[in-house]
């Protein structure tokens, strides 16, 4: 069991930073950032002083079936179109800003861009579904095609754009980095 992950999702939740968990709790930070990376225990009391916090009952928390969604259906999706740049974004699971990896299907328009991202520690996944996409990242461009693969640490700034005379589609799973 995961508890530290499952503090975490409760307070992401919650809408809480972990220093606000803290105050409300006594507790430091620190300790807070420990837990939630499951590099220290709480005590029996402690826990259930953040799970009061959190508006969570120790059956809730314990309950394995609450904390584990597996399948997903299109109704789960969010959607962003951005007219603009020529894209359009589905988040695949709704709470994947929650979790360690998000999973987004990618379409192009005709001469389509993904916005420009500063450099991060993320680790990024690229498959191409369909056209061409171009990666700019860095002062370097990669290309892929069709059924080909891109994987990079975004360490530089970097950019997804459309290199097809048409439209592209791509699937994207990038994990959470915190800086």
Not at 7 to 24: F, H
Not at 58 to 84: G, I, L, N
Request: contains cysteine; negative net charge.
């Amino acid at each position: 069991m995961d508890v530290g992950q499952k503090i975490k999702r409760l307070r992401v939740k919650k809408g809480l930073t972990q220093e606000e968990l803290a105050e409300r709790t006594d507790l430091s930070k620190g300790y807070i950032s420990q837990i939630e990376r499951d590099l220290s225990s709480p005590s029996l009391e402690t826990l259930f002083d953040l799970l009061e916090v959190l508006g969570c009952s120790p059956k809730e928390f314990f309950d394995e079936e609450m904390f584990q969604k597996v399948s997903y259906t299109a109704d789960d999706r969010t959607v962003y179109a951005d007219e603009e740049r020529k894209y359009r974004t589905e988040w695949l699971i709704p709470e994947s800003n929650e979790k360690e990896m998000e999973p987004i299907l990618l379409r192009f328009s005709k001469h389509g861009e993904f916005k420009r991202y500063e450099p991060s520690r993320s680790e990024t996944f690229v498959y191409v579904l369909s056209g061409r996409v171009a990666l700019k990242l860095g002062h370097h461009t990669y290309f892929a095609k069709a059924g080909e693969t891109l994987y990079y640490v975004a360490s530089d700034s970097h950019q997804l754009v459309n290199d097809y005379d048409g439209e592209s589609e791509c699937l994207i799973v990038a994990t959470h980095s915190y800086l």
